[in-house]
């Protein structure tokens, strides 16, 4: 948790904005694509120009289609299809990884997260989450 802690500081003091989507597997047919095409709107709707998308290796060909699924006209901001690397080589994908843990643990904590140094990490991701969002998370579970 101490490394975890020391991302968050470090992360603070980063010019960067975090975009975070889930969706309720139970409910979305397919929730690996229907989170990637609303993230990838999004994230196209928030930024200036042209935009780089890199993944992990693990969903490599969904978020490819996802990227696809955009209208032609947004998708033509992208500068390539997206880029796939092992996360274990890439220390953005690994605080990726790290991010997207912490919302998870948000919507569902295990045993780790009860007690308060748990809650305490977890209110850090909340803080800087409203920092470097520019708008509230949102849900990209489908209409």
Same mark, same amino acid.
């Given at each position: 948790?101490?490394?975890? @802690?020391?991302?968050? /500081? *470090?992360?603070?003091?980063?010019?960067?904005? $975090?975009? $975070?989507?889930?969706?309720?597997?139970?409910?979305?047919?397919?929730?690996?694509? *229907?989170?990637?095409?609303?993230?990838?709107? +999004? !994230?196209?709707?928030? !930024?200036?120009?042209?935009?780089?998308?890199?993944? *992990?290796?693990?969903?490599?060909?969904?978020?490819?289609?996802?990227?696809?699924?955009?209208?032609?006209?947004?998708?033509?901001?992208?500068?390539? /299809?997206?880029?796939?690397?092992?996360?274990?080589?890439?220390?953005?994908?690994?605080?990726?990884? $790290?991010?997207?843990?912490? @919302?998870? +643990? +948000?919507?569902?904590?295990?045993?780790?997260?009860?007690? !308060?140094?748990?809650?305490?990490? $977890?209110?850090?991701?909340? @803080?800087?989450?409203?920092?470097? +969002?520019?708008?509230?998370?949102?849900?990209?579970?489908?209409?």
């Amino acid at each position: 948790m101490r490394a975890a @802690h020391w991302l968050l /500081r *470090d992360l603070r003091a980063e010019n960067i904005v $975090l975009l $975070l989507a889930s969706v309720d597997k139970s409910t979305s047919v397919e929730p690996v694509m *229907d989170c990637w095409t609303s993230l990838c709107a +999004q !994230a196209l709707a928030k !930024a200036q120009g042209q935009l780089v998308v890199v993944t *992990d290796v693990t969903d490599g060909k969904k978020v490819t289609a996802a990227t696809e699924r955009l209208p032609q006209s947004t998708r033509s901001r992208l500068v390539e /299809r997206p880029f796939h690397q092992d996360s274990r080589e890439s220390v953005i994908l690994q605080t990726v990884d $790290l991010l997207v843990y912490l @919302h998870r +643990q +948000q919507l569902s904590p295990n045993r780790t997260f009860e007690g !308060a140094n748990g809650r305490r990490l $977890l209110g850090e991701f909340s @803080h800087l989450l409203q920092m470097k +969002q520019g708008a509230e998370p949102f849900d990209s579970t489908p209409a």
